[in-house]
């Protein structure tokens, strides 16, 4: 009993902050929106002081309290917490039109919930397990988004030079037909072009279900070591 009621206070600051990490996306994404009016920005406004005050005690409480600090500082989860709070102190008196790009970053604090569910940690010891195999996979689809943008290329541009103009133009269709999306706004007409696009599509097709696959394997590892 006494145990239990020892863990009663880390969980309610555990769930506290996942409370306050949803509520700054949704903060986040009303910030987005046409028309709202000046209190109700300064109410955000607010809200996103409060929120990166909470995050900054969080982070800091944690380096304190690590046994490790350099190890929690370059861990996954450190990294995080640091991006997470850092877009705030970047834009304080700076021209935030400049500086725009890294207050997307404000959306790392969704990874944040990683750390309170045993099931995103499952998945990120999975992604451990597997992350050689990840990064061959990773270089042999961009290596075969390439050959297919030079291939479909020099089919396509004599009969089309306005729609595969180089083969970075054909990287998109490239990617949109590996994936299997097909978006068909840029689409192959000659004869060799078409046959092509089927041999690439056939092609798509495993490299769609091969992460699947890896992911499941080193799903099923990560659990084993659990137990």
């Given at each position: 009993?006494?145990?239990q009621?020892?863990?009663?206070?880390?969980r309610?600051?555990d769930l506290f902050?996942q409370?306050?990490?949803?509520?700054?996306?949704i903060?986040?994404s009303?910030?987005?929106?046409?028309d709202?009016?000046n209190?109700?920005?300064?109410?955000?406004s607010?809200?996103?002081?409060?929120?990166?005050?909470?995050?900054?005690?969080?982070?800091?409480?944690?380096?304190?309290?690590?046994?490790?600090?350099?190890?929690?500082?370059?861990?996954f989860?450190?990294?995080?917490?640091?991006?997470?709070?850092?877009?705030?102190?970047?834009?304080?008196?700076?021209?935030?039109?400049?500086?725009?790009?890294?207050?997307?970053?404000?959306?790392?604090?969704?990874?944040?919930?990683?750390?309170?569910?045993?099931?995103?940690?499952?998945?990120?010891?999975?992604?451990?397990?597997?992350?050689e195999?990840?990064?061959?996979?990773?270089?042999?689809?961009?290596?075969?988004?390439?050959?297919?943008?030079?291939?479909?290329?020099?089919?396509?541009n004599?009969?089309?030079p306005d729609?595969?103009?180089?083969?970075?133009?054909?990287?998109?269709?490239?990617?949109?037909?590996?994936?299997t999306?097909?978006?068909?706004?840029?689409y192959?007409?000659?004869v060799?072009?078409?046959?092509f696009?089927f041999?690439i599509?056939?092609?798509?097709?495993g490299?769609?279900?091969?992460?699947?696959?890896?992911?499941a394997?080193?799903?099923?590892?990560?659990?084993e070591?659990?137990?």
């Amino acid at each position: 009993m006494k145990n239990q009621f020892q863990r009663i206070p880390r969980r309610v600051i555990d769930l506290f902050i996942q409370l306050m990490i949803v509520l700054s996306i949704i903060e986040f994404s009303i910030e987005t929106l046409p028309d709202i009016s000046n209190e109700t920005r300064r109410l955000l406004s607010a809200f996103e002081i409060f929120s990166v005050t909470v995050f900054t005690i969080e982070y800091i409480a944690r380096v304190v309290f690590s046994k490790d600090k350099k190890a929690f500082i370059f861990s996954f989860f450190g990294i995080v917490d640091l991006l997470a709070i850092l877009p705030f102190y970047l834009s304080t008196g700076l021209d935030l039109r400049s500086i725009r790009a890294f207050r997307l970053l404000r959306l790392i604090r969704i990874l944040k919930l990683a750390r309170y569910s045993k099931a995103m940690k499952r998945l990120h010891l999975a992604f451990m397990i597997a992350k050689e195999e990840i990064v061959l996979f990773t270089f042999v689809s961009l290596l075969m988004i390439y050959l297919s943008g030079v291939g479909i290329y020099y089919f396509e541009n004599p009969a089309q030079p306005d729609s595969f103009k180089s083969i970075f133009h054909s990287l998109w269709w490239a990617v949109a037909t590996l994936t299997t999306v097909g978006y068909g706004d840029i689409y192959p007409i000659t004869v060799g072009g078409k046959i092509f696009t089927f041999l690439i599509l056939i092609v798509g097709l495993g490299i769609v279900s091969i992460p699947a696959g890896i992911v499941a394997s080193a799903l099923s590892k990560a659990r084993e070591m659990e137990d």
